[in-house]
């Protein structure tokens, strides 16, 4: 719980034994309780009264919150002068970013993408279509990162839960515009613009968070495939060149309007709404030097795509007579994706293709939450609420093949629609049982129910429920100013998404082992898995940390994709398969150089290691680990402020590895290296230069996989993108 920052009154003994013993700073109160709670009573005596006025900045959840949470601020979202929020995640310990082809990426914590790791914005999971590359830092007040798992918000975190909050507070007038320019050595360019409005009128107060970004790119990846008979001797050598030119647009809007009614209670309206358009062209050409030429070895892939989404919520705040308050919130939202790829021969191929695929999809939705909290005694709080959504999804996929339709039987295309209820109720205490020792008790049931029908398979029903109950402790050890232990034990799980439920086909143009086609699994269910947290922190002076932590996970019903060959076809589809279990240890400092060295100049240094190990034991060794699990990551980084100049630079390390999928099939995880640089400087208070470099080490994104197939031996596919140097400037006024 948030401790108190109103102003404390403090009685003090009289002005003789004040002079005497000198005022010192209080130790941090615990959550929900201020120090002057836990003081014992002076002596009758002549008094004087002062008004010691606390400092919300003297809080710190990473610090004082029982539940284990990293927060992001502002100021650290707005660093580098990212414009993905994908690109601020990286830089948090314990999180990496994964991409195959330096497009997008999959956040994961503990190494675990998946599913594993779970997304929210505003403590809502956002609809399918919805691509959290298009949400601008700017448009962010704060992120939270939390590593276990809370009652509050929906155990589907395995791994853990980033929540993403949108602008919300406001603290004066602001008015702040920011205008910056992009280039890579790739060929990547393109302008972005943020604009922040905010003020206070009377009771009411308002702000307005706006981005908006083009880019346009070119660049030339590399895919090979091999293939090597069981003897050794390569059956195959292939090479496809890919000349790929395109671009991207998007902008976020997050209006929001705040009320203070007369009765203290508050009432706050808060929209979000995002638009995205991406558009690409490839031509392909491949070469066979060993082996049967590619069934097209001439290809032109066209790709457009837009969406967009839309959110609504209203919030109400009762604040009663006795302290307890009512937080109420109901939400709209609707999501709409359409997308069109098309994939050609040039004229006069020999085996002529002309494929075109267009699909739309529309998601809705509706969701209310609800908390009611109340301090029953000092440092004693209770919580309990609901949360609860029905969304609807419908789907249209149409595909022609010469201009004629591929499915003659069905003239307006395969359909499919999926209705999802979700019911979640919980319960949580916490507990401050002295000064030193916190508990935070919590449980949590969730229900889900999903229903698909479509006109090219059978009706499909789902359900499931799991009851997550949740402990967290906080220990500051006696006898120590900042040293404190914290223990947690969780069950999360991890339910199937629609589309792994819907058996309906999508195909690959090139069909093989290495690129099959995908099938849902109606069957599915949920993973459920057992965890334990246990870390040490160590604070020695203000703003210094040193923490280590270490994890372990138990996962059952573990989900993979299995690919197999159906007698035409090579085709991925979802399985239950066994047992995973996952171990972690991460290491973290971050200091001032002041607080090791007298008369440093202002360096922050930073600096977190984590590694990870798993096993699956539905697939045989060595290298059986959870698919795409990161094995090692690092980062460092260096802060440096004098006067109007700032500069910083991180690096970011993430070790590579071979992964085993199943009996037969293989990843390969590239080892990668990021380093990254900003330069600010400020001309006036009002007006300031932003200057960053983004992959300055100019490594290329690679993806490797590979087959065992029968009659054909070990094929091994491997894909090369450059995205080269990037640099971006950012002129930042406030007006």
Do not use: C
């Amino acid at each position: 719980m948030h401790p108190a920052f109103s102003p404390i009154r403090l009685t003090l003994l009289a002005a003789a034994l004040a002079s005497t013993f000198p005022l010192h700073a209080q130790e941090t109160p615990q959550p929900g309780t201020t120090k002057a709670e836990h003081a014992t009573p002076a002596p009758a005596q002549k008094m004087q009264t002062v008004e010691v006025k606390g400092s919300a900045e003297a809080y710190d959840p990473r610090r004082d919150d029982t539940a284990t949470k990293i927060v992001v601020s502002q100021e650290e979202i707005v660093k580098y002068g990212d414009t993905s929020v994908t690109d601020v995640l990286k830089r948090v310990p314990g999180i990496t970013v994964n991409s195959s082809n330096g497009r997008g990426g999959e956040i994961r914590m503990r190494g675990l993408g998946a599913g594993y790791t779970q997304i929210l914005i505003n403590g809502e999971r956002a609809p399918a279509g919805f691509s959290i590359d298009q949400l601008a830092p700017d448009v962010i007040e704060r992120i939270e990162v939390l590593r276990a798992a809370s009652a509050e918000f929906s155990t589907q975190s395995v791994a853990g839960t980033i929540n993403i909050v949108l602008k919300r507070a406001v603290r004066s007038a602001q008015r702040e515009l920011k205008v910056g320019m992009r280039r890579s050595s790739s060929g990547a360019r393109g302008p972005n613009l943020n604009l922040q409005l905010s003020d206070k009128l009377g009771k009411m107060s308002y702000s307005i968070s706006g981005a908006a970004a083009h880019e346009s790119f070119g660049r030339t990846a590399t895919v090979t495939e091999d293939a090597f008979a069981d003897s050794g001797l390569q059956t195959q050598a292939r090479s496809t060149v890919g000349v790929e030119d395109g671009s991207f647009t998007y902008a976020n809007l997050a209006p929001r309007l705040n009320w203070n009614l007369e009765n203290g209670d508050t009432l706050t309206s808060q929209t979000f709404l995002n638009a995205g358009k991406f558009r690409t062209r490839t031509d392909e050409a491949a070469r066979t030097a060993i082996g049967a030429p590619a069934p097209y070895p001439n290809l032109n892939l066209a790709n457009e795509s837009k969406n967009s989404y839309f959110r609504t919520e209203l919030n109400w705040v009762h604040k009663m007579a006795d302290g307890a308050k009512l937080d109420t919130k109901l939400g709209v939202q609707r999501g709409e994706s359409d997308n069109e790829q098309r994939r050609a021969t040039p004229a006069g191929a020999l085996r002529p293709l002309d494929n075109l695929v267009a699909s739309n999809s529309e998601d809705r939705g509706v969701t209310s939450t609800g908390k009611f909290s109340k301090t029953m005694f000092e440092g004693h709080a209770l919580g309990m609420g609901w949360d609860g959504g029905y969304n609807t999804r419908e789907d249209e996929r149409v595909e022609l093949e010469a201009g004629r339709l591929v499915l003659p039987g069905l003239p307006e295309g395969e359909q499919f629609e999926a209705q999802v209820a979700r019911l979640a109720l919980y319960a949580q205490d916490e507990w401050s049982l002295s000064p030193r020792l916190s508990v935070y008790l919590g449980a949590r049931w969730e229900g889900i129910r999903t229903r698909t029908s479509g006109n090219t398979f059978d009706t499909g029903r789902s359900r499931s429920s799991v009851w997550s109950p949740v402990l967290q402790t906080l220990w500051k050890i006696p006898e120590t100013k900042g040293d404190q232990v914290r223990f947690a034990v969780t069950r999360t799980y991890k339910a199937p998404n629609v589309s792994s439920l819907i058996p309906r086909r999508q195909t690959s143009v090139d069909n093989r082992s290495t690129d099959p086609d995908y099938q849902g699994n109606p069957d599915l269910q949920p993973e459920l898995a057992l965890g334990f947290d246990l870390s040490y922190e160590h604070y020695w002076a203000e703003g210094a940390l040193l923490s280590a932590s270490v994890s372990s996970r138990r996962i059952d019903g573990y989900t993979r994709n299995l690919v197999d060959f159906d007698g035409a076809r090579w085709v991925a589809m979802p399985m239950n398969a066994g047992r995973a279990e996952t171990r972690g240890l991460e290491l973290e400092a971050k200091f001032p150089l002041k607080a090791v060295m007298e008369g440093a100049p202002a360096i922050d240094l930073r600096a977190s290691l984590s590694r990870n190990w798993s096993e699956v034991d539905g697939v045989p060794g060595p290298d059986n680990r959870l698919d795409g699990q990161t094995p090692l990551s690092a980062n460092l980084g260096a802060d440096y402020k004098k006067g109007s100049f700032s500069t910083g630079a991180s690096f970011a390390y993430k070790q590579g590895g071979q992964v085993r999928l199943s009996e037969r099939q293989t990843s390969y995880i590239e080892a990668r290296r990021d380093l990254e640089a900003y330069v600010l400087y400020k001309f006036t208070p009002k007006l300031q230069l932003r200057v960053a470099g983004q992959n300055l080490l100019d490594q290329d994104f690679t993806h490797r996989s590979s087959y065992l197939e029968d009659g054909r031996g070990l094929v091994v596919r491997r894909g090369v993108y450059p995205v080269g140097v990037s640099l971006r400037a950012t002129v930042e006024a406030k007006f």
